[in-house]
Each structure stands twice: as C-alpha cells, then as structure tokens.
C-alpha cells in the first residue's frame, strides 16, 4: 500500500500516524496491497479555490476526496482489485475550528475526516438517510477500532 502524505500549510502533521489510519482502514476494507492513495493538506485559501472550482460552493470545506479509479471494498475471500483509490484532500484549520466546537482534538478530527474521505472514495456516501447510517456506523467503527488498538501514550 502506497499512501503519500503532503502538508502544505503551516501546521504540525504526525504524517505517520495518517499512514497507519489509512493502511488500516485498507486492510479493513479488503483493498489490494498494491492500492495507492494520496492525503495533501492545504490551507483554507487553497481548500476555497477546490471548493469553488469542484463543487461550485464558497467558502473552505473540511475535507474533500477525488477518487482515482472508482474502486469498491473487497471481501476476505475477494479483495478488491490493485489501483489507485485517489486522494484526499483536507484543511487543518477548518478541522481544528470543528474540533472546538465539538469538543474533541484536531487532530481526532483530522482523523475522522480521513476516515469519512476514504469511505467516499470507495463509493459510500450520504445524502439519503439509509447511506448516512451506514456510511457512519462504518466510519465510527473503523476510528473507534483503529485508537483503540494504538499503544497509550
């Protein structure tokens, strides 16, 4: 597995630890391990020109994901095929101002954006009420069970 991280804004990014999130949520999900994908971190004036350019809001957004090559998840028995899932595109001060409101972390927020980034890349999605639940019971299960199995520090 292939995950390339690129931080192009002032913030500090533990690169490895979105690394190790996003092998295991490929593993979880059944992908190739020859599957590639890219995290870039942008400021919000970068994340406002994405917004605009590719959703036609104003604005900076949290995070926004590009899928490559449409893939899907696999199952133990039939993973999916080798490719490139697309990138991820997420803007750390918009999360640290989400965080505070939500009384968590940034960095436990740029976590979950990855998290929900990757699931829409393999196709999930939440616009009706149906893929909503599924999309973030799967989301939640997949952040719980992957800082749950992180040494305390």
């Not at 994405?50 to 590009?66: A, E, I, K, N, R």
């Not at 696999?74 to 999916?80: C, D, F, L």
Request: glycine content about 4%; proline content about 7%; overall charge negative.
């Amino acid at each position: 597995m292939t995950i390339e991280i690129r931080n192009e804004t002032t913030a500090v990014v533990d690169e490895r630890e979105f690394v190790e999130l996003s092998r295991f949520v490929f593993e979880a999900m059944h992908l190739h391990p020859a599957t590639e994908m890219s995290i870039i971190f942008v400021d919000e004036e970068a994340m406002e020109k994405s917004h605009v350019q590719w959703l036609d809001l104003p604005g900076p957004t949290d995070v926004m994901s590009f899928p490559m090559d449409e893939l899907t998840p696999g199952t133990p028995e039939h993973p999916a095929p080798e490719g490139l899932l697309g990138d991820v595109v997420l803007c750390p001060s918009v999360a640290a101002k989400q965080a505070a409101e939500s009384g968590h972390s940034a960095v436990e927020e740029m976590l979950l954006l990855t998290v929900h980034s990757i699931l829409h890349l393999l196709g999930y999605d939440h616009m009706e009420e149906d893929e909503r639940t599924v999309m973030f019971e799967l989301q939640r299960k997949l952040l719980l069970t992957f800082l749950a199995s992180r040494p305390s520090a």
